[in-house]
Every structure is written in C-alpha cells, then in structure tokens.
C-alpha cells in the first residue's frame, strides 16, 4: 500500500515541477530568444500564458461554489 | 483578528511593491503585467510539491499497527468473556 502511496506522491510532484518550469520558461525565458529559433514550436502564443490560468482559476472557483451549494442543497432536504 | 492583519499587511505590501515596480519600469513592462498571475500558479504548483513530497514520506509505522492489533484482539477476547456481541469476528 505504501507503494502506491509514493507513486502517487512522485507522479504528483514530477506534474508540479514539470508545470513549473514549463511556465517560467513561456513567461521569463522566451520573450529573451530570437524570434526565430526552433523552441518557439514547442510553445503556445503568449497570450494563453495569461488565458490558461485564470480560465483554470474560474472553473475551480465555479466547481467550488456548485459544490458547496449541492451539500447545502442535500442537508436542508434531509432537515 | 492579528492573524488576518498580517495577511492583509503582506497582501498591501506585494501590491505597493508591484505597482512601484509598474511606476520605475525596472523591468520591462510587459513582465510586471505578468507577475502576479506568474507568482499564482507558482503558489499553486508549491502547493502541490509539498503535497506529493509529504505523501512520498508518509511513515506507515508497521511496529505500531502490530501492537495495535494485539491490542485489539485483547480487547475482543475480554469483551467476548463479559458477554458483549463483538460484531465482525
């Protein structure tokens, strides 16, 4: 069982580190090469550097608030 | 109550420090539009490193789940003696 444990916890924090250096590289590094060099392939426009995360915070923010009404919803139908 | 003024303290002095940063143009503009979101998801991606790092160290401490059934099975065998339904054998 702990096995399946540190998997979990490994592939969490290779997710975590690998999201990391993703996103400094779009935001710090990229602006800095050449418009021209063949890493800009493997990177999305810059726009969705900002796009992608807050479209991420507000469906957090909007599956946090249906669930916190769902709960509510089913207690005061038992009550 | 001191608890969140501290929190809201950091929180004015992040903000004065980035639009200070905005004002002299230290850096260029375009990074001091982004490094609020930046330091966001680097938060949230530090969240999630100390959640993988503590799950990979979690102790499972198998001498004290050993004692622990010991002791339960003490317990099962004396609450059996007095008579009591023990339920799951």
Not at chain 1, 48 to 71: H, M, N, Q, S
Not at chain 2, 50 to 72: H, K, S, Y
Request: hydrophobic share 55%; glycine share 8%; proline share 4%.
């Amino acid at each position: 069982m702990e096995l399946a444990d540190r998997a979990v916890g490994f592939l969490l924090s290779v997710i975590s580190l690998s999201i990391f250096t993703y996103y400094t590289f779009w935001v710090i590094i990229l602006p800095f090469v050449d418009g021209d060099h063949f890493i800009h392939k493997y990177f999305l426009p810059r726009e969705y550097a900002i796009l992608i995360p807050v479209v991420a915070g507000v469906a957090l923010l909007c599956f946090l608030c249906a669930f916190i009404g769902l709960v509510m919803l089913k207690s005061k139908k038992k009550a | 109550m001191k608890h969140i003024v501290k929190i809201i303290t950091l929180l004015v002095a992040i903000t004065a420090f980035w639009i200070g940063l905005l004002e002299t143009a230290l850096v260029p503009r375009s990074y001091t539009w982004l490094l609020p979101v930046y330091f966001i998801v680097s938060l949230g991606c530090y969240g999630l490193l100390m959640v993988g790092v503590g799950l990979m160290r979690f102790p499972t401490c198998p001498q004290e789940a050993g004692l622990l059934q010991q002791d339960i099975a003490e317990a099962k065998k004396f609450l059996k003696q007095s008579g009591i339904d023990v339920g799951s054998e």
